[in-house]
C-alpha cells in the first residue's frame, strides 16, 4: 500500500535476503521482542496538508516475498508509522546541535512522598551587567610550566599595570588567555617582561627576558546572562561561564598549589600517610549552571604530597629498613623508581639549586667514581664532599643521585638533596595510605558542611579586588533546596530463602537468610 507521500514505504527487512532483528533493548529482566508503535497524535510533529499523488504502478511480488508478508501481521501499521515519521522528519530536521534541543516537561513536581529542604554545596553566584573582553596571550620563549607563566603576568602587572595595561586588573588561565572587565588600550602589543631570579643564601641576581604578545579575541556581554540562562540557550553561554570561572580561580590558584579543579595549602592540615608522604586538605571549586541561575560548587578534598625532607631519611622510610647497610638489587630499582622525576634543591655550594632526579647510580657514592677538572685522575663521590665541602658522609652504601641530562649526568649524595616542597604524589597508594586518606575526606554531613563553610570563609571571595572589578558576588550560605522524601522501596529475594520480602531501615537491611536471584 502506497504511503500518503507518494513514495515507496521503507523496506521491512534489513539486509538483502536477511530479516531484521526484531530483539528489544537489554534493560535486564524486563527486556524483549520490540515493535515499532506509531506515535499518538499529540506526539507528532504538525506537517502541511499533503497533495494527493498519483500511486505508483504495482510491482510484482514473487511466492517468497509473498510468504513473508503473509508472516508479518502488523505489515500495515509497521508502513502507516515508518512513512509517517519519514515526512515528519522530511518537514521538521533535527538541529544541528545537541545542546539547542529541550527536554520535555515535567509533569509535575512533588507527587511522591513528602517534602523536605536540603542544604546543598552550591553558593549562589551574582553577575554584573558588564562587558567581559577575552585576549590572547603568547609567551616566547615558550613555558610549559603554569606556575612559571603566571610569575610572568604577574611581574607584566606589577611592571606595566599603569603605564601600558590602563589600570586594568586581569584574570590569567595560566596558558593562553587573560580577562578584563572592559578594553584595553590596545588591539594588539607585544611587551618585553624581565623576571630576576635572586638565590636567598648567596644574594646572586640572575635575569631572564621574555616576550608577551596580548591580541584581542572576543567581547563577552553580560547584560542579558539571566534571559539567556532561563531560555535554555547552552551554546550561547558556554564561553561566558568558562570565563567567569577563570576569573573566580584567578586568586586561588595564585595562593594555593592548584591541580586540576582542587587548591590546596599545607596550613589547613597537613598529616602523614607513611612511606615518606603526606596528605593535604583543600578544596575544590567549578561554577554551574542551575535551574536558579549561576552557583560556585565548593567541596573538601585531600591529595598526597611529598614530605618535604632530605631523600635519605624518604628512602629510610619508603623501605623501612635501615640505611647503614647497602640496598639490595630489588629494593634500589624500587628507590629508582619511586624517586623518578622528583625535584630536588641543594644548598651546600652556598646557595639553592634545584634539579630533577632522573636516575640513580648502580654503585654506590663510595664507590661511583667520576675525573675531576677533566684531568685523568678519578675520586669518589665521598671523597670529593669530604675534600671540597668538609661534609663527611653518614650513609656512603647508598647510591647518588642522578641529574642533568644523559650526555652530561651529575651525581649528588642523597642525603644533601632535600626534596622541594609542594610535589603531589602522582603514583598508586597502597591500601593503608588509601585508608587514611578516606578517613580524612570521609565526614558526616554536619562536620562536611562546617568543613566548607570555613573555606568560603577562609577564602573572602567577596573582599578580593578582582570579583569586585568584574561585579561578581558569591553568596556567603549553602542553597537550601526543596526536596521530596521518596517512600522505601520493597526488596524482592529469591524465594529459597527463608524471606523473600524486606522493607529496609533507615537505609539498612540485613542479608541474613536471604537469597539473591542468580
Given at each position: 500500500?502506497p504511503?500518503?507521500s507518494g513514495?515507496?514505504?521503507?523496506?521491512?527487512?534489513?539486509r538483502?535476503?536477511h530479516?531484521?532483528?526484531?530483539?528489544?533493548?537489554?534493560g535486564?529482566?524486563?527486556?524483549?521482542?520490540?515493535v515499532?508503535?506509531?506515535?499518538?497524535?499529540?506526539?507528532l510533529?504538525?506537517?502541511?496538508?499533503?497533495?494527493?499523488?498519483?500511486?505508483?504502478?504495482?510491482?510484482?511480488?514473487?511466492?517468497?516475498?509473498?510468504?513473508?508478508l503473509?508472516?508479518s501481521?502488523r505489515?500495515?501499521?509497521?508502513?502507516?508509522?515508518?512513512s509517517t515519521?519519514?515526512?515528519?522528519?522530511?518537514?521538521?530536521?533535527?538541529?544541528?546541535?545537541?545542546?539547542?534541543?529541550?527536554?520535555?516537561?515535567?509533569?509535575?513536581?512533588?507527587?511522591?512522598?513528602?517534602?523536605v529542604?536540603?542544604?546543598?554545596?552550591?553558593?549562589l553566584?551574582?553577575?554584573?551587567?558588564?562587558?567581559?573582553?577575552?585576549?590572547?596571550?603568547?609567551i616566547?620563549?615558550?613555558?610549559?610550566s603554569?606556575?612559571?607563566?603566571r610569575?610572568?603576568?604577574?611581574?607584566?602587572?606589577?611592571?606595566?599595570?599603569?603605564?601600558t595595561?590602563?589600570?586594568?586588573?586581569?584574570?590569567?588561565d595560566?596558558?593562553?588567555?587573560?580577562?578584563?572587565?572592559?578594553?584595553l588600550?590596545?588591539?594588539?602589543?607585544?611587551?618585553?617582561?624581565?623576571?630576576?631570579?635572586?638565590?636567598?643564601i648567596?644574594?646572586?641576581?640572575?635575569?631572564c627576558?621574555?616576550?608577551?604578545s596580548i591580541?584581542?579575541a572576543?567581547?563577552?556581554?553580560?547584560?542579558n546572562?539571566?534571559q539567556?540562562?532561563?531560555?535554555?540557550?547552552?551554546?550561547?553561554?558556554?564561553?561566558?561561564?568558562?570565563?567567569?570561572d577563570?576569573?573566580l580561580?584567578?586568586r586561588?590558584?595564585?595562593?594555593y598549589?592548584?591541580?586540576?579543579?582542587?587548591?590546596?595549602?599545607?596550613?589547613?592540615?597537613?598529616?602523614?600517610?607513611?612511606?615518606?608522604?603526606?596528605?593535604w586538605?583543600?578544596f575544590?571549586?567549578?561554577?554551574?549552571?542551575?535551574?536558579?541561575?549561576?552557583?560556585?560548587?565548593?567541596?573538601?578534598?585531600?591529595?598526597?604530597?611529598?614530605?618535604?625532607?632530605?631523600v635519605s631519611?624518604?628512602?629510610?622510610?619508603y623501605?623501612n629498613?635501615d640505611?647503614?647497610?647497602?640496598?639490595?638489587d630489588?629494593?634500589?630499582?624500587?628507590?629508582?623508581?619511586?624517586l623518578k622525576?622528583i625535584?630536588?634543591?641543594i644548598?651546600?655550594?652556598?646557595?639553592?639549586?634545584?634539579?630533577?632526579?632522573?636516575?640513580?647510580?648502580?654503585?654506590?657514592?663510595?664507590?661511583?667514581?667520576?675525573?675531576?677538572d677533566g684531568?685523568?685522575?678519578?675520586?669518589?663521590?665521598?671523597?670529593?664532599?669530604?675534600?671540597?665541602?668538609?661534609?663527611?658522609?653518614k650513609?656512603?652504601?647508598?647510591?647518588?643521585?642522578?641529574?642533568g641530562?644523559?650526555?652530561?649526568?651529575?651525581?649528588?649524595?642523597?642525603e644533601?638533596?632535600?626534596?622541594?616542597?609542594?610535589?603531589?604524589?602522582?603514583?598508586?597508594?597502597?591500601?593503608?595510605?588509601?585508608?587514611?586518606?578516606?578517613?580524612?575526606?570521609?565526614?558526616?554531613p554536619?562536620?562536611?558542611?562546617?568543613?566548607?563553610?570555613d573555606?568560603?570563609?577562609?577564602?573572602?571571595?567577596?573582599?578580593?579586588?578582582i570579583?569586585?572589578?568584574?561585579?561578581?558576588?558569591?553568596?556567603?550560605?549553602?542553597?537550601?533546596i526543596?526536596?521530596?522524601?521518596?517512600p522505601?522501596?520493597?526488596?524482592?529475594?529469591?524465594g529459597?530463602?527463608?524471606?523473600?520480602?524486606?522493607?529496609?531501615?533507615?537505609g539498612?537491611?540485613?542479608?541474613?537468610?536471604?537469597?539473591?536471584?542468580?
Amino acid at each position: 500500500m502506497p504511503s500518503p507521500s507518494g513514495q515507496k514505504p521503507p523496506s521491512s527487512t534489513g539486509r538483502r535476503g536477511h530479516r531484521p532483528s526484531r530483539r528489544g533493548g537489554g534493560g535486564g529482566r524486563g527486556g524483549g521482542r520490540g515493535v515499532n508503535v506509531p506515535p499518538s497524535p499529540s506526539q507528532l510533529p504538525t506537517a502541511s496538508p499533503l497533495q494527493p499523488t498519483p500511486a505508483p504502478p504495482a510491482t510484482r511480488r514473487s511466492p517468497s516475498m509473498e510468504h513473508k508478508l503473509a508472516r508479518s501481521p502488523r505489515r500495515d501499521h509497521l508502513q502507516a508509522s515508518s512513512s509517517t515519521q519519514s515526512v515528519a522528519v522530511a518537514v521538521n530536521p533535527m538541529p544541528g546541535s545537541s545542546n539547542s534541543l529541550r527536554p520535555p516537561a515535567r509533569p509535575g513536581f512533588g507527587l511522591s512522598g513528602y517534602p523536605v529542604v536540603v542544604k546543598a554545596n552550591h553558593f549562589l553566584v551574582s553577575v554584573a551587567d558588564l562587558d567581559l573582553y577575552r585576549y590572547n596571550v603568547f609567551i616566547s620563549p615558550e613555558v610549559s610550566s603554569k606556575k612559571v607563566c603566571r610569575v610572568i603576568m604577574k611581574q607584566l602587572d606589577n611592571s606595566f599595570w599603569e603605564s601600558t595595561m590602563g589600570n586594568k586588573i586581569f584574570a590569567y588561565d595560566g596558558r593562553n588567555s587573560c580577562y578584563t572587565a572592559g578594553k584595553l588600550p590596545f588591539n594588539s602589543k607585544d611587551i618585553v617582561v624581565k623576571l630576576v631570579d635572586t638565590d636567598k643564601i648567596s644574594g646572586a641576581r640572575r635575569e631572564c627576558e621574555f616576550k608577551v604578545s596580548i591580541n584581542f579575541a572576543s567581547k563577552h556581554d553580560l547584560s542579558n546572562l539571566q534571559q539567556l540562562i532561563e531560555g535554555g540557550q547552552l551554546d550561547a553561554l558556554h564561553d561566558t561561564v568558562q570565563c567567569l570561572d577563570i576569573i573566580l580561580r584567578e586568586r586561588p590558584s595564585n595562593d594555593y598549589e592548584a591541580i586540576g579543579q582542587s587548591f590546596f595549602l599545607r596550613n589547613f592540615s597537613d598529616q602523614e600517610l607513611g612511606n615518606g608522604l603526606e596528605y593535604w586538605k583543600g578544596f575544590s571549586q567549578s561554577l554551574r549552571l542551575t535551574q536558579m541561575g549561576l552557583s560556585l560548587n565548593i567541596d573538601t578534598s585531600a591529595r598526597a604530597f611529598y614530605e618535604p625532607i632530605y631523600v635519605s631519611d624518604y628512602v629510610c622510610k619508603y623501605l623501612n629498613k635501615d640505611l647503614t647497610r647497602p640496598l639490595s638489587d630489588q629494593d634500589r630499582l624500587e628507590v629508582k623508581r619511586a624517586l623518578k622525576g622528583i625535584r630536588v634543591e641543594i644548598n651546600h655550594q652556598g646557595h639553592i639549586q634545584r634539579h630533577k632526579i632522573v636516575g640513580m647510580s648502580t654503585e654506590s657514592t663510595e664507590l661511583t667514581m667520576f675525573s675531576l677538572d677533566g684531568s685523568d685522575a678519578t675520586i669518589s663521590v665521598v671523597q670529593y664532599f669530604l675534600q671540597k665541602y668538609k661534609i663527611m658522609l653518614k650513609y656512603p652504601c647508598l647510591p647518588a643521585l642522578q641529574a642533568g641530562s644523559s650526555s652530561k649526568s651529575i651525581y649528588f649524595p642523597m642525603e644533601v638533596c632535600k626534596i622541594v616542597d609542594g610535589q603531589f604524589y602522582s603514583k598508586k597508594l597502597n591500601a593503608r595510605q588509601v585508608i587514611s586518606l578516606l578517613e580524612a575526606t570521609c565526614q558526616r554531613p554536619f562536620d562536611r558542611e562546617n568543613s566548607i563553610t570555613d573555606m568560603v570563609k577562609y577564602n573572602n571571595y567577596n573582599a578580593k579586588e578582582i570579583l569586585n572589578t568584574f561585579g561578581i558576588n558569591v553568596g556567603p550560605q549553602l542553597t537550601s533546596i526543596k526536596a521530596q522524601l521518596l517512600p522505601t522501596p520493597r526488596l524482592k529475594y529469591h524465594g529459597s530463602g527463608l524471606l523473600s520480602n524486606v522493607l529496609p531501615s533507615v537505609g539498612q537491611w540485613s542479608m541474613i537468610d536471604r537469597v539473591g536471584f542468580p
